[in-house]
């Protein structure tokens, strides 16, 4: 269990070091070591050994023991008993709590369907165990809603997955050996740290990093070619990129014919997007356009890395589809450090269905997408039953939801019976009618998967939980006891789940156990080695043909979200029509005389979505909340450095400190997400958020967003 011997945690005479795992939504998942000294963390550190870690966490982790340790940590059950939002509370037993849940559920059940409930929820921390699909075997059991949650990579899964399949992809410890590395829509300094060491190194092996984005951001500024880009052209590149590659004959012929299906229709397809045409869509130069596909198609090998930031507009489906043709149009999957970089988490044997509880779903169960969520509690998506109860937990909904204003809305209704599961008392917090304790990483046991490496990460508990706080396990076991369920799943103990979570017969998993992990704290899934992992150098793509499919098969089921993200159902999936061919779709909101400037919202770099958004270090660290103004924009509008702005559309408004920069171009105003409306000054910045999906997979258009900023 430890580093070093130590006794139970909790004991008040533990002393040791614990192997500890990340929770965050983040791709580094790192490996954490954790400082006992008589039952109480003293210190976190990231694991020295660890070859991805490398002894190093970043800004949002690094005193994670003041954050559990924390006398704003939300320790017993909470009652209301002030007006909604007003944040005031009483405390009650954990006895009174579950009481008043199960009897107002019962009720609700009873008068108006089960499907007047719904949970709300996503990845506050992502451990197998504690994540994503926690509450989805009591929900599902229940009658509830189905919660689809595709608020990040949902469309850049669905696209990835109709081209070149659920595949790993690259390594990424074999960036080390890319000669060419194109960093797309992603400010890896602040969202994929630990990424950055074997970029680094290539770099100065003599790999050319080029990095793509609209905001000349912290990881821009170490890029050897930084091209600004358009928000939401980025799939016009692509396409000019394929176009290009094709018509200069700077295709791996043998590749294309051996390992891939629908070449001469793909010719077809992009034989128009010429980059003259590009330019005028993503403000860069023709000749540019040119001169990255070129020396991308020359570099032996290439590599190109995505961000989630990519899918985030109207065409961000298709986007992803062009992006994932790339490699194979030039081989680069044929040595190790060559291909494409999405999700790694596709290589774990992670046994979903365990965790889904699918097998409940009742047929016909309504879904419900989170996005929707404000239209959902305020009637005007014209749901019967309506939603009458809401359990939130591992989300804050009303800072990461679009249209905060119907949000406050939906929440304030007195009719809304509202549970919420935290650590702190978050802007959703404040409006629950009850608030329930729950455990942060030091206090709970996980089995960590990584979207962003290949090692399997243990977390074990470092200490007991502080005064009354549980995991999201135990609280679903307590409540579906209070339910009366009694199938096994409900009655499974965390080693019991760590036992089901992967299918440890899998020769990934060959010679890793829940013993050695609890030995070792970590593992490398047995793969190659970096010097060695090339996947698809001689095909081998999980898809229905083996190849990558340019023409894409999967597309003739129509548009479909992956039912992972929905707690397991397949119904209602929306069906639409599907291109078997990558395309462009255009920003769905074009400049307009109302609404000039396109807002970003990207990721703060000492925030997690709204994580650590209410802890000191981290709060000096971020700043004000700001938004970031090129000095052309800000000069026609009277803005000036340090002053005070709102920004505003037909959805809402926030205010925020203006921040004077060349980093954004003209047209564009970049203010990142996270910041609490509490800490604000009320509304932030995805009020103005839209609720309209993107092509596919359902995915957010956080990035098509037209505002019009003022001085406040």
């Not at 309506?386 to 804050?396: D, E, F, Q, T």
């Not at 996947?535 to 898809?543: L, M, N």
């Not at 129509?558 to 209602?572: A, C, E, I, T």
């Not at 954004?664 to 910045?685: E, F, I, L, N, Y």
């Amino acid at each position: 269990m430890a580093v070093t011997d130590l006794p139970v945690p909790g004991t008040g005479t533990g002393t040791g070091t614990v192997h500890g795992a990340c929770p965050l939504d983040c791709p580094d998942t790192c490996a954490m070591e954790v400082t006992v000294e008589d039952g109480r963390a003293v210190r976190v550190r990231g694991a020295r050994s660890h070859p991805y870690t490398r002894g190093v966490l970043c800004v949002k982790m690094n005193d994670y023991e003041r954050t559990v340790y924390s006398e704003d940590r939300v320790l017993h059950p909470l009652r209301r008993t002030g007006p909604k939002g007003s944040g005031r509370f009483e405390r009650i037993s954990w006895d009174e709590a579950l009481d008043e849940i199960a009897g107002r559920f019962t009720e609700i059940v009873e008068t108006s369907g089960a499907e007047a409930i719904m949970p709300v929820s996503y990845l506050g921390t992502q451990g197998i165990l504690n994540g994503l699909n926690v509450g989805d075997p009591f929900f599902n059991r229940l009658g509830a809603t189905v919660s689809e949650r595709t608020y990040c990579d949902s469309g850049s899964c669905t696209a990835y997955a109709m081209t070149v399949g659920a595949t790993a992809g690259v390594d990424p410890e074999s960036f080390v050996h890319a000669r060419c590395i194109v960093i797309w829509a992603n400010n890896m300094l602040s969202t994929n740290l630990h990424l950055w060491p074997f970029v680094a190194e290539a770099q100065r092996r003599g790999a050319k990093v080029v990095v793509i984005d609209p905001v000349r951001h912290r990881t821009a500024q170490h890029a050897d070619w930084y091209i600004p880009i358009r928000p939401g052209t980025d799939g016009a590149l692509a396409l000019a990129m394929i176009n290009v590659i094709i018509a200069e004959g700077l295709t791996d012929e043998d590749y294309v014919a051996r390992y891939t299906v629908g070449f001469d229709e793909l010719a077809e397809r992009v034989a128009t997007y010429t980059p003259e045409w590009a330019s005028g869509e993503t403000g860069i130069p023709a000749e540019d356009i040119r001169t990255l596909a070129r020396e991308y198609a020359a570099a032996d090998p290439s590599v190109i890395r995505i961000g989630v930031a990519i899918e985030r507009h109207a065409g961000g489906g298709q986007t992803v589809r062009a992006i994932s043709c790339l490699p194979a149009l030039t081989g680069a999957w044929r040595r190790p450090g060559g291909g494409l970089l999405q999700l790694p988490l596709w290589a774990f044997p992670v046994n979903w269905p365990a965790f889904l509880g699918a097998e409940f779903i009742r047929p016909g169960t309504r879904v419900v997408n989170q996005w929707l969520l404000g239209r959902a509690l305020t009637g005007e998506l014209g749901l019967d039953p309506p939603i009458r109860a809401l359990v939130v937990y591992n989300s804050n909904p009303l800072v990461v939801c679009p249209e905060q204003d119907r949000m406050v809305a939906g929440l304030s209704r007195e009719d809304l019976f509202t549970v919420v599961s935290e650590h702190f008392l978050t802007d959703t917090a404040d409006y629950a009618d009850i608030v329930l304790p729950a455990t942060t990483q030091l206090e709970q046991r996980d089995l960590m998967f990584s979207w962003g490496h290949l090692y399997v990460t243990l977390n074990e508990p470092a200490v007991a939980p502080l005064g009354e706080a549980v995991s999201n396990t135990e609280l679903f076991r307590r409540l579906a006891a209070r339910m009366g369920f009694t199938e096994p799943v409900f009655r499974r103990t965390d080693e019991e789940m760590i036992a089901e979570a992967f299918d440890w017969s899998s020769p990934v998993l060959e010679g890793i156990t829940p013993e050695t992990l609890a030995r070792d704290g970590w593992a490398r899934l047995r793969l190659p080695g970096p010097d060695e992992y090339a996947p698809h150098a001689e095909g081998g793509f999980p898809t229905p043909s083996g190849k990558v499919e340019f023409l894409s098969s999967a597309a003739a089921g129509g548009n479909f979200v992956l039912p992972l993200f929905r707690q397991g159902s397949n119904d209602h999936q929306s069906g639409e029509p599907v291109d078997p061919l990558p395309h462009y779709v255009p920003p769905r909101e074009r400049p307009d005389g109302r609404y000039p400037l396109t807002l970003l919202s990207p990721k703060s770099h000492a925030y997690l979505n709204s994580s650590f958004a209410d802890r000191p270090g981290q709060q000096r660290v971020q700043g004000v909340p700001a938004v970031h103004v090129h000095p052309e924009d800000a000069a026609a509008r009277g803005l000036t450095d340090g002053a005070e702005a709102t920004v505003v559309n037909d959805r809402g408004r926030f205010t925020a400190r203006v921040h004077v920069t060349t980093d954004v171009a003209p047209g564009v105003v970049v203010s990142p997400m996270g910041a609490w409306r509490k800490h604000s000054r009320g509304a932030t910045v995805n009020a103005l958020s839209p609720s309209v999906f993107a092509d596919l997979g359902r995915a957010p258009t956080f990035s098509d967003n037209l505002v019009e900023i003022e001085p406040a």
